[in-house]
């Protein structure tokens, strides 16, 4: 059968497939690139395995208390060595990347404690987590208190401000490199870079977290290399590979990460206990997976801006630009957009395809969430998914995808869908 009858077997129309080919074949260049990155971290990832003698003995199930667990000794150093960092925590324990966040954050922050973002906003689940919306257990009920200082208007660091905002207790600066539901620009790692030698000028000795959601394999460094403290992700994106069925890491300087094992786990146990259930084989082969996706996944957004931009929406980044991070918003301009975006997406998987997405509310989040996945890992944003909050200037926040031919896929019945609905036209 030719290509095209596959596709329209999909819910494609001809004129949009060849639309695009042709967004496609002036591509070439910015996928060379993409697959330069990629190759220069899989020998990053490779020589770490090699290096930690990684065996087919560190595979087998522990269970209980977790104690002498080879294995999972192995995938933290092998997580340390990629992230050029003096230690790592990579668990299953951790359940997703906010819980990785939040207990970066409140092992190394205590009762009189200031925290400061001096990138605006921090995502949405974190408000929480740091009492900006009060919740239960917020690092504001212990006592820690948080100071922001918002990006300029040209999407800038506000460096006057910065140096104004940290003071005697500011303990722990935490810099989000992805843009999360928000339209201005991820960062890049030489610029958060620049901001972390800033902060350690006007006061030495404080510490940085980077939120890393998204990022990893994007570069070629990574966060941990221009001197944060901890750079936390979580491993149902980039880092997993789409193999990980669960996890978070947080990879950085000794004394943060031990701290935030005894955090994890409890003061005096840290990081020897912790049984890795059979996850270990999943955790090492998505990790080692983990640079290719991250390509994929890349690709599948460098073609979505092109192929969005072209039919009238703003994408952010832009088309042209440079990327940081896997994610791709398009502005859709109405509810209606977003929910025929979504519901192209959700098509095009390989598992809940005949699902529609409907906007509910989701915990952590104070608007409305639509989001469309039809994924192996529950909620998995390495897997081809879109979501975005209801509300202006109705982004969909689209991300991921296994395979790149998986991601076109989804990015084609995501236009068809907008086309259908006549909310655009070729
Ligand atoms: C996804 C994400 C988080 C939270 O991760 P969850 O696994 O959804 O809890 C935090 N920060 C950023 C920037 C993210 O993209």
């Not at 999360?180 to 000028?201: H, M, N, W």
């Not at 994924?375 to 209801?390: H, K, M, N, R, Y």
Request: proline content about 5%.
């Amino acid at each position: 059968m030719e290509l095209i009858q596959q596709y329209q077997r999909l819910g494609l129309s001809e004129a949009l497939f060849s639309r695009g080919e042709a967004v496609l074949a002036a591509l070439e260049d910015r996928f060379k690139a993409i697959d330069q990155v990629a190759e220069a971290n899989q020998l990053k990832v490779l020589l770490a395995m090699q290096e930690a003698k990684l065996g087919a003995n560190h595979f087998a199930a522990t269970t209980g208390y977790g104690y002498d667990d080879d294995g999972r000794e192995r995938l933290e150093e092998i997580y340390a060595k990629v992230f050029h960092a003096e230690a790592a925590l990579v668990r299953p324990q951790i359940t997703c990347g906010t819980h990785a966040l939040t207990v970066a954050l409140s092992a190394n922050l205590l009762p009189g404690d200031e925290l400061l973002s001096p990138v605006g906003l921090p995502y949405d689940t974190l408000q929480e987590v740091i009492g900006i919306r009060p919740s239960p257990c917020s690092l504001a009920e212990y006592g820690v208190s948080y100071r922001q200082v918002d990006l300029l208007p040209d999407g800038g660091f506000d460096y006057e401000g910065i140096r104004a905002a940290i003071n005697e207790r500011t303990k722990l600066i935490t810099i989000q490199r992805s843009k999360g539901y928000a339209t201005r620009p991820s960062f890049t790692v030489r610029q958060i870079g620049e901001l972390i030698d800033f902060c350690k000028s006007c006061k030495p000795g404080v510490k940085v977290m980077v939120d890393n959601c998204y990022g990893e394999f994007v570069d070629v460094i990574e966060p941990t290399d221009v001197g944060a403290d901890m750079a936390v992700g979580s491993l149902i994106k980039n880092p997993g590979g789409g193999l990980a069925p669960i996890g978070g890491y947080i990879c950085g300087t000794k004394e943060c990460v031990d701290r935030c094992a005894y955090r994890l786990s409890a003061p005096g146990l840290g990081q020897e206990v912790g049984a890795n259930l059979g996850l270990l084989p999943a955790l090492f082969q998505g990790f080692f997976l983990a640079p290719t996706v991250t390509a994929s996944a890349l690709k599948g957004a460098v073609f979505a801006s092109n192929l969005f931009e072209g039919l009238g929406f703003r994408c952010v980044p832009s088309a042209g630009e440079a990327r940081s991070d896997i994610i791709q918003a398009v502005e859709l301009r109405s509810a209606e957009g977003m929910e025929a975006f979504c519901s192209g997406i959700q098509s095009a998987a390989p598992v809940d395809s005949f699902a529609t997405p409907v906007p509910g509310d989701m915990p952590g989040y104070d608007s409305q969430v639509i989001m469309a996945a039809g994924t192996f890992v529950q909620g998995s944003s390495i897997e081809l998914s879109a979501d975005g909050p209801i509300r202006p200037p109705y982004a969909v926040y689209f991300q991921g995808g296994l395979t790149w031919q998986h991601a076109k896929s989804g990015i084609l019945l995501a236009a068809q869908r907008l086309l259908d609905k006549g909310l655009c036209t070729l």
